[in-house]
């Protein structure tokens, strides 16, 4: 069995910082892409950030130059650094990752999410 665990949402003003935390555990060969999604109340999950496991990563508009991904690939984690936080970037955020199990077959996986909630 494979799972994804987030940490480190909260309640931040608003121009604050937080930093998100994905652990993978579990039966796993390889993790291979990562991503960080969220949703706020009433909307659709969106896209924040994606990491390949080379490093190369990608943002959302909404986040560009605010936001960092990153990952430590010996520990299996993904990180989102968020920082000049605004009430916008309120919602649950969820770790998603492909992880080629020990089976060798390749999923997706997704976390039970974390909330970030931006007081204004």
């Known amino acids: 069995q494979v799972q994804l665990v987030e940490s480190g949402g909260g309640l931040v003003q608003a121009g604050g910082s937080l930093r998100l935390s994905c652990a993978a555990s579990?039966?796993?060969?390889?993790?291979?892409?990562m991503a960080w999604y969220r949703q706020a109340p009433g909307k659709q999950r969106e896209l924040v950030a994606a990491?390949?496991?080379?490093?190369?990563?990608n943002y959302a508009d909404s986040v560009k130059g605010r936001f960092t991904i990153s990952r430590d690939n010996a520990k299996n984690t993904m990180y989102l650094q968020m920082n000049s936080l605004k009430p916008e970037d309120t919602a649950v955020y969820y770790c998603?990752?492909?992880?080629?199990?020990?089976?060798?077959?390749?999923?997706?996986?997704w976390g039970q999410g974390t909330q970030v909630t931006v007081s204004s």
């Open positions: 998603n990752a492909e992880i080629q199990n020990s089976n060798y077959a390749n999923l997706r996986y």
């Open positions: 579990g039966r796993i060969f390889s993790v291979n892409a």
């Open positions: 990491i390949t496991s080379g490093g190369s990563t």
